[in-house]
């Protein structure tokens, strides 16, 4: 973890960058990203593993010096980040930690206890940090980022390792700081719909680029699932469907965007002899839309 102090700027700007080229020795970890985060605004980052979304939240929160392209504060604030592994001293006790970190940050008593409160770290301040769970070590480390009062939030997976009660609170707590007191938050999660929950956006990385940006607030049925009764006729039906807008595939269901009458394009289907078992139209949902990403990228 690490907690940028920055000067107090009355104004609060956007933070974000431009054109950013990450280089690790002869790997391209990110290609012209453009990105920006307003205050009080929350978005998520999700994409598959090694696909940059470390490298671009470090380079956020200023742990990443070195790269090509322009990403900085339009104006200086303060970020709090929960990046990897979070810094404390795991031979002390969580109050001590909060303690310790709260005077560097001159963080008021009261605004401390509510961090505390509202994290649900009150049970486990005697205990030594290196004997926490992983769960409370992010407890922590979201507490240790908040202390610094910042005006942005970058949490790279923060909820890895909480247990469902854990994260529905956790996730809450940060809608609240976001709403109530303006704090824009870049979240990171491999848990769609817990990204999709929180998000007023959400960006999808791949191969370093992003490729793909998602307003989680659509509840337009026009997404549909068409389930066959096995593979052969799922393989059967494809030539008809696979053009169809994004249109993706899993077990033996056909999904795809259709806003019109079903009727002719089962007719089709059944002129193929193929009569699938379940049609559902539903909502897209931010998972819908990762998987048709990602499988437009790979063809
Ligand atoms: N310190 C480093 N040195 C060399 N290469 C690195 C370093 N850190 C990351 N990379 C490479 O950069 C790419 C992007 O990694 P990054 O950690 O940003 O991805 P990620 O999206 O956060 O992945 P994950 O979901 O697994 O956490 C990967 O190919 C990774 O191997």
């Known amino acids: 973890m690490r907690i940028n102090k920055g000067t107090k700027g009355e104004k609060k700007m956007n933070l974000k960058m431009n054109k950013v080229t990450k280089t690790y020795q002869h790997e391209r970890a990110l290609t012209e990203i453009d990105f920006h985060l307003n205050p009080g605004e929350i978005v998520g980052l999700v994409g598959p593993n090694g696909a940059g979304k470390t490298t671009l939240m470090k380079i956020l929160a200023g742990v990443i010096v070195q790269y090509e392209g322009h990403a900085a504060l339009e104006d200086s604030e303060k970020i709090g980040s929960l990046i990897e592994k979070p810094k404390y001293f795991p031979n002390r006790s969580g109050r001590y930690n909060l303690n310790y970190f709260s005077a560097l940050y001159g963080t008021p008593k ?8 509202s994290l649900d770290l009150r049970t486990y301040l005697k205990k030594k940090v290196k004997r926490y769970s992983l769960g409370m070590k992010q407890r922590l480390g979201i507490a240790l980022a908040l202390v610094s009062n910042p005006a942005y939030l970058i949490l790279d997976e923060p909820t890895n390792g909480m247990d469902p009660d854990g994260i529905r609170s ?15 938050v870049l979240i990171s999660s491999h848990i769609l719909k817990d990204v999709e929950a929180i998000s007023d956006r959400v960006c999808i990385i ?7 940006e998602y307003a989680p607030s659509s509840t337009i049925e026009n997404l549909i699932d068409l389930t066959f009764e096995d593979e052969k006729d799922l393989q059967h039906a494809l030539p008809l469907l696979r053009e169809l807008d994004g249109f993706t595939t899993h077990d033996t269901t056909a999904t795809f965007y259709f806003d019109g009458e079903m009727k002719p394009l089962l007719k089709q289907l059944g002129n193929l002899d193929i009569f699938p ?14 998987f048709e990403n990602m499988e437009r990228e790979a063809k």
């Open 110 to 117: 009261e605004t401390l206890e509510e961090i505390i409160t």
């Open 170 to 184: 956790i996730l809450a707590y940060l809608k609240k700081l976001a709403k109530e007191r303006n704090i824009g």
């Open 206 to 212: 791949k191969n370093g680029r992003l490729v793909s």
């Open 277 to 290: 078992r379940e049609v559902k139209r539903r909502s897209a949902t931010l998972e819908d839309f990762y």
